[in-house]
């Protein structure tokens, strides 16, 4: 942001000559001179590169733990209690109150799904997923047929989960939304539904040892690709209102993301070693051969510490990098700044406490990471958000049933 400033500075004139009188002249009144700010003040924090806009408003939020750890509460007793048929309801609950307690210009989001389209949903992606688990254990010809439907139905399944949850989405009144033509939804979200098809059943469909690692070695060096189409299809397709989202990012780039997240797994592993290995002699020493049930352990507590080391630094840089590549129609831009080291501490403190307490300082942990997450993101426009006039787009179906399949396999990974 570039900002015109005119500071006033007080600059006392000089006194004339003592005159031969033998009282001094009375002190002249300072004279005011304008002094224009130092390049350094001229510019917002977004005006150093691409992103120089006139106007910047930051997201806020504005919900505490105290308050979300009553709803989440609620929610499972209940979900308990009606065994699991409450969920959709749940899920509204949870998705309507962060949307309002998260503010653009002094105005919070809104969300607005139907639950009773959300458990349709859910009932039929618990049908879909029983049967893709266990279709190779009734015959291979049943387990290839499974993956034909997830692969003739997965891409739309997975657009109409973007449809539902941006459809059901508003700010100031006017709803976001999500379109795209079939062949595209297919050519973008085909290459990794096919890499996770791959590494999750692999073994059910009868390949060997030898075919599974070639498969995984070239699902490991094509994921950042497919991950690259996956979210550029998300961020161009979307809208709010009438207004078009955009996204201009090489998606090679996402090599580089993975690169980096491959170097810190291998120091994170590195060190998770050394510190079993210390632990676990240190255990054999006290308590002899005992020691050997903790070593059982020690594979499960490097997978954390890996988790714990690389999850703030994958979340920062991809946040970061998407954010700042996308663009809405109207001369409106992002940029996202997610300081890895502050999520890092949240999630080693507050994960700590959410473990001791049998997971019910949960909601706290969850409140806390989703006011870095929010909060990191900056909203960039050539005039005032109050300026902009936006059009009601047309609505498309709900994609609730999308919505649900997407939650169940864990294709929903965020927008």
């Known amino acids: 942001m570039i900002e015109n400033k005119i500071e006033l500075e007080l600059l006392p004139k000089a006194p004339p000559a003592a005159p031969p009188a033998p009282m001094p002249p009375a002190p002249r009144a300072p004279v005011l001179k304008p002094a224009v700010a130092a390049p350094s003040e001229q510019a917002g924090p977004m005006a150093t590169g691409l992103l120089a806009k006139l106007h910047e408003q930051r997201l806020e939020f504005t919900g505490t733990g105290s308050e979300y750890f009553r709803i989440w509460v609620v929610n499972a007793l209940l979900t308990l209690a009606t065994l699991g048929v409450y969920s959709a309801w749940a899920k509204r609950r949870k998705a309507s109150w962060f949307a309002r307690h998260t503010l653009l ?217 998407i954010w700042d590549n996308t663009r809405l129609a109207g001369g409106i831009e992002f940029a996202y700044q997610l300081p890895a080291f502050s999520l890092f501490k949240t999630v080693m403190g507050h994960g700590l406490l959410t473990v001791l307490t049998l997971g019910l300082y949960w909601p706290f942990l969850a409140v806390r990471i989703a006011k870095l997450r929010i909060e990191g993101m900056t909203v960039l426009s050539d005039e005032p958000l109050d300026a902009l006039v936006v059009r009601a787009a047309r609505r498309r179906g709900p994609g609730a049933v999308g919505d649900g399949v997407a939650d169940a396999f864990g294709l929903d990974i965020g927008w």
Request: charged share 10%; with cysteine.
């Open 105 to 321: 210009a002094g105005d919070g989001f809104d969300f607005h799904g139907d639950p009773r389209r959300i458990l349709i949903g859910r009932v039929l992606a618990l049908a879909l997923l029983v049967c893709y688990g266990h279709a190779f254990e009734w015959s291979k010809g049943a387990g290839f047929a499974m993956l034909a439907v997830l692969y003739a139905f997965g891409p739309m399944l997975f657009a109409g989960a973007q449809r539902f949850k941006l459809g059901n989405t508003s700010w100031r009144g006017v709803r976001f939304g999500f379109q795209a033509s079939a062949a595209t939804v297919y050519a973008s979200c085909l290459p990794l539904l096919v890499a996770w098809t791959v590494v999750s059943v692999g073994a059910g469909m009868g390949l060997g040892p030898i075919v599974i690692g070639i498969a995984g070695l070239a699902v490991g060096l094509l994921f950042p690709l497919a991950h690259g189409w996956l979210k550029r299809f998300q961020h161009r397709h979307a809208r709010y209102g009438a207004l078009e989202f955009d996204f201009e990012l090489p998606v090679r780039k996402f090599y580089g993301l993975y690169l980096t997240l491959v170097g810190v797994g291998l120091l994170g592993g590195f060190v998770a070693g050394v510190i079993a290995a210390v632990a676990i002699g240190a255990l054999k020493a006290v308590f002899g051969a005992q020691a050997s049930l903790v070593a059982m352990f020690a594979p499960l507590a490097t997978m954390g510490v890996l988790w714990v080391i690389g999850w703030p630094i994958y979340i920062a840089r991809l946040q970061k990098l």
